[in-house]
């Protein structure tokens, strides 16, 4: 495919709402040929390890030299859609579009904007509660078998008393409550949430992980993943969804008890 042909639909897109006199900026032939490979990741016909075609053959279907092409590669290198290694055995492989990709940009505006840990929580405890009711109003059994497999598995995880194994059974508890709910545009924003706090837990570890006091509040965690799998079960969305909200804001409250509330978190490194 040209370059020519890649031009048409850009220009469709803006000729029907630019005012008469109005400037309209001609994209560069890197930005089109970048367009049309992004356009085919994000829609599927290329997925995740596809190695693209060598630049030659690159070249010749676009209609561009070897700089412009490199230049298209670097636009989508910076957008993580690609991995381009150098040399003989080199060439460029797709990635598809990543959750944490911008999960990490938008923990550079919040640090930006002097944000601290107890409001990425508070935002936590905004989008996780909707969920659970949805998924209290729609679940299966399919979905109560799930939940309790995962309910056992902290709970196994617990009797180890090893920190970072109850960490990861939460975390795969909380994720498989959004999952669950089946909102696609939520799930999306509260995984971006949770990997901003698992930054901020490796950077700012803000508890004594092997105390008495963070054992009992990882038993109080348990059993309100077990509540709420019942309240589920019942289909009681409300009391589902405050029960969460509840758990979610005593959460945060003791993981932001002390000076780092409020400061600035520098999450990024």
């Known amino acids: 495919m040209a370059v020519q042909e890649l031009v048409m ?50 070249m010749e279907q676009f209609g561009v030299s070897r700089p412009t092409l490199r230049e298209a590669f670097r636009v989508l290198e910076s957008e993580a859609l690609i991995t381009v290694r150098r040399g003989a055995h080199g060439g460029a492989r797709v990635h598809t579009p990543n959750g944490d990709i911008a999960a ?68 795969a508890f909380h994720v498989l409550l959004v999952e669950l709910a089946g909102n696609t545009t939520l799930s999306v924003l509260s995984g971006m949430l949770r990997h901003i706090l698992d930054l901020a837990t490796l950077s700012h570890p803000t508890v004594d992980q092997r105390g008495p006091e963070h054992r009992l509040t990882i038993r109080r965690r348990l059993l309100a993943h077990e509540r709420v799998v019942e309240l589920i079960e019942a289909r009681e969305a409300r009391a589902a969804e405050d029960l969460w909200r509840a758990h979610l804001l005593e959460t945060g409250e003791y993981l932001t008890d002390g000076p780092i509330a409020a400061t600035v978190l520098d999450l990024l490194g």
């Open 104 to 171: 990490r940009y938008a923990a550079l505006v919040l640090e930006y904007r002097g944000t601290t840990l107890a409001d990425i929580h508070q935002a936590r405890a905004v989008i996780e509660p909707p969920c659970v009711a949805l998924l209290t109003e729609s679940r299966t059994q399919e979905d109560l078998d799930r939940l309790r497999i995962a309910v056992n598995e902290t709970a196994a995880a617990t009797a180890t008393d090893d920190p970072g194994q109850c960490l990861q059974a939460n975390l």
């Open 9 to 58: 639909p850009a220009a469709s897109r803006v000729g029907t709402v630019v005012a008469i006199g109005q400037q309209v900026r001609v994209p560069k032939t890197a930005e089109l040929v970048a367009a049309h490979l992004r356009r085919r990741i994000v829609r599927g016909e290329l997925v995740e390890g596809d190695a693209l075609p060598p630049e030659a053959t690159l």
